[in-house]
T-cell receptor
């Protein structure tokens, strides 16, 4: 257990569906991240939140909409996705962004998304 | 986005052999270099990390070698075991500012008996 929990672990959705991925961290961290992992781009940073504020949006299409209601929870809302969006979506957290002593990024086990 | 180039993409090593994975970076402001290990079905987990004030860091069978002038760092796995079979990612970031880690593209290591 890394202290970062993601649900659901597996999700199959149609292109017209709306679904959400949930992430919760129990580490007292202030930074949370969404990464997309696929065969083409193994660890692609999507969004970064610091103290609930979005600090980075890595040119992600608007069909992906993040939400960070507090420092412990992070959501990724999905709508009108494409089959090429099928991938493993990893949530992560750290004490803060940027490297300071002990500023390790902890990943969840990921949510496998299949868009049909 | 700043790049970290990792090689090889895949690696097969005999049990007991040495696995070597290399990374090169471009931004001289990078000063934190971790390696992550990912097993199938799991998220990546920190394995070992180094800062540029040392040229080598060793933890058990895992060693990071760092060459600041060449802007390269590598992971060496001594006495490789089948349980080491995983995907390894190098990464880099800066101490100052709020720049997240930049990851390499990963190396899939298979240790065969």
């Amino acid at each position: 257990e890394t202290g970062v929990t993601q649900t659901p672990r597996h999700l199959v959705m149609g292109m017209t569906n709306k679904k959400s991925l949930k992430c919760e961290q129990h580490l007292g961290h202030n930074a949370m991240y969404w990464y997309k992992q696929s065969a083409k781009k193994p660890l692609e940073l999507m969004f970064v939140y610091n103290f609930k504020e979005q600090t980075e949006n890595n040119s992600v299409p608007s069909r992906f909409s993040p939400e960070c209601p507090n420092s412990s929870h992070l959501f990724l809302h999905l709508h009108t996705l494409q089959p090429e969006d099928s991938a493993l979506y990893l949530c992560a957290s750290s004490a803060r962004t940027g490297p300071t002593s002990g500023n390790t990024i902890y990943f969840g086990e990921g949510s496998w998304l299949t868009v049909v | 986005q700043q790049q970290v180039k990792q090689s090889p993409q895949s690696l097969i090593v005999q049990k007991g052999g040495i696995s070597i994975i290399n990374c090169a970076y471009e931004n001289t402001a990078f000063d934190y270099f971790p390696w992550y290990q990912q097993f199938p079905g799991k998220g990546p987990a920190l394995l070992i990390a180094i800062r540029p004030d040392v040229s080598e860091k060793k933890e058990g069978r895992f060693t990071i070698s760092f060459n600041k002038s060449a802007k390269q760092f590598s992971l060496h796995i001594m006495d490789s075991q089948p349980g080491d079979s995983a995907t390894y990612f190098c990464a880099a970031s800066m101490r100052s500012g709020n720049t997240p880690l930049v990851f390499g593209k990963g190396t899939r290591l298979s240790v065969i008996a």
